[in-house]
């Protein structure tokens, strides 16, 4: 096992323990990852939802079969890919994550990010894309183009819940995000020699 995958387990199991914030009351799964920890592309979602709490994965219910279904549309199974959320415990009623909740459970997501060390970083919806990206601008806005990110391509898109409810448009949108995800893994990057040897944990990925 290479190191980098022994650090992820050792990180998804103070995870699975950790109570520093009020999440950790309510849960009943802490939902750390989930596919492969060597995967060259990355997807960032936002937190867990009710199916997701009960069985510990990312991306199990009706919005992570449509994440699967735009994965195998460019030919990509989920097992190839690594997925994570911004914050590993469900809020209740599924609310959004408070700033504070963010802030304690960033570490995790900061530290999958340089083990796993993929090549393009996708953030569903607002909230990894402004944590990742830093940029208070809406996801429709930002979404469908790939910006340059700790010598990676980061490439925003809807998050799939959106569009189970936007329909056609949002989910056509996201079928345009991933063909240009399939377009950067199969172009392999120019190296740049002031981002090349940085390492994003070191340098603050999200400060
Ligand atoms: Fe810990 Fe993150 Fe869960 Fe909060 S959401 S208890 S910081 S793992």
């Given at each position: 096992?290479?190191?980098?995958?022994?650090?992820?387990?050792?990180?998804?199991?103070?995870?699975?323990?950790?109570?520093?914030?009020?999440?950790a009351a309510t849960r009943n799964h802490v939902v750390f990852a989930d596919g492969?920890?060597?995967?060259?592309?990355?997807?960032v979602g936002e937190a867990p939802g009710s199916n997701e709490d009960l069985q510990g994965l990312p991306f199990v219910g009706a919005a992570g079969?449509?994440?699967?279904?735009?994965l195998g549309e460019i030919g990509i199974k989920r097992e190839d890919v690594y997925i994570a959320n911004v914050i590993?415990?469900?809020?209740?009623?599924?609310?959004?994550?408070?700033?504070?909740?963010?802030?304690?459970?960033?570490?995790?997501?900061r530290m999958q990010l340089s083990l796993v060390d993929p090549r393009v970083v996708v953030?569903?919806?607002?909230?990894?894309?402004?944590?990742?990206?830093?940029?208070?601008?809406g996801i429709t806005r930002l979404r469908g183009q790939a910006y340059p990110w700790w010598n990676r391509q980061l490439v925003p898109t809807f998050?799939?819940?959106?569009?189970?409810?936007?329909?056609?448009?949002?989910?056509?949108?996201?079928?345009?995000?991933?063909?240009?995800?399939?377009t950067l893994l199969r172009t392999p990057p120019a190296a740049d020699p002031v981002t090349a040897a940085a390492d994003p944990e070191q340098l603050g990925l999200f400060e």
């Open positions: 096992m290479t190191s980098s995958r022994i650090l992820l387990e050792e990180l998804g199991a103070r995870a699975a323990v950790c109570t520093a914030c009020s999440l492969n920890p060597e995967a060259d592309l990355m997807f079969k449509l994440l699967d279904r735009l590993k415990c469900r809020p209740p009623g599924n609310r959004d994550p408070r700033p504070e909740e963010i802030d304690a459970c960033q570490d995790f997501l953030t569903l919806g607002n909230v990894a894309t402004k944590l990742l990206l830093k940029r208070d601008v998050h799939p819940a959106a569009a189970l409810r936007g329909g056609d448009r949002v989910l056509e949108e996201m079928r345009q995000d991933f063909a240009l995800v399939a």
